[in-house]
């Protein structure tokens, strides 16, 4: 039997299907990469072929559900980093490199298409820790209307290129690349504040 329901009378009974379904979906981009199936995830959470679409109509609906969760992951991570712009890009690059699967799923189609109101506000949450420390960053007296969507730009793709493997970086000289290139980016936005 799952560790996320418990058996009552032939039934699964769940005190919160919803999240047990969420979770078996990040343990399965763990240990499967970013596709999920309702029927994997179902599996994976102890409950009936059919138990998920009390929660989720689509299969593109539990994406917006995963993504949100990974987005208000991505913002606890970026909020423990406090207000430098630097070490809020590293921890964004890192988050990306730790949570692949998840990453992808994030940013992918299937959650673009997810009309969850809890996935906007997620994605917001994380996105508005980068900018408001790139417009710390500009400092108060010149605030650069693109220096938020430069920052997140600039991060993001640095992260892709890792992800698809774009860039020839040892293990060992990711954390080193990914410093220089957030502090140049950092030393940049301020000359031009």
């Not at 329901?5 to 979770?23: I, M, N, P, S, T």
């Not at 070490?87 to 994030?106: D, K, P, S």
């Not at 959650?111 to 949450?125: E, I």
Request: contains cysteine.
């Amino acid at each position: 039997m799952s560790t996320y329901g418990q058996k009552q009378g032939g039934a699964y009974h769940h005190g919160d299907l919803r999240r047990a379904l969420v979770e078996a979906s990040l343990a399965s981009l763990r240990d499967n990469g970013p596709e999920l199936s309702l029927r994997r995830v179902a599996r994976l959470a102890g409950v009936s072929a059919a138990a998920p679409y009390r929660h989720f109509r689509t299969i593109d609906d539990l994406y917006g559900a995963v993504a949100a969760e990974g987005f208000l992951m991505l913002a606890t991570r970026l909020t423990a980093e406090g207000d430098d712009l630097a070490a809020l890009g590293r921890a964004y690059v890192r988050f990306a490199l730790r949570n692949a699967a998840l990453f992808r799923v994030m940013f992918g189609t299937r959650t673009a298409r997810s009309c969850d109101p809890a996935l906007r506000k997620a994605a917001g949450s994380a996105y508005d820790r980068l900018a408001e420390a790139a417009r710390r960053t500009c400092g108060a007296g010149a605030i650069d209307a693109d220096a938020p969507l430069s920052a997140w730009a600039q991060v993001h793709g640095l992260a892709m290129l890792l992800l698809d493997g774009q860039l020839d970086t040892s293990e060992d000289d990711i954390d080193a690349l990914v410093r220089r290139i957030t502090e140049r980016f950092v030393a940049g936005l301020r000359a031009t504040a």
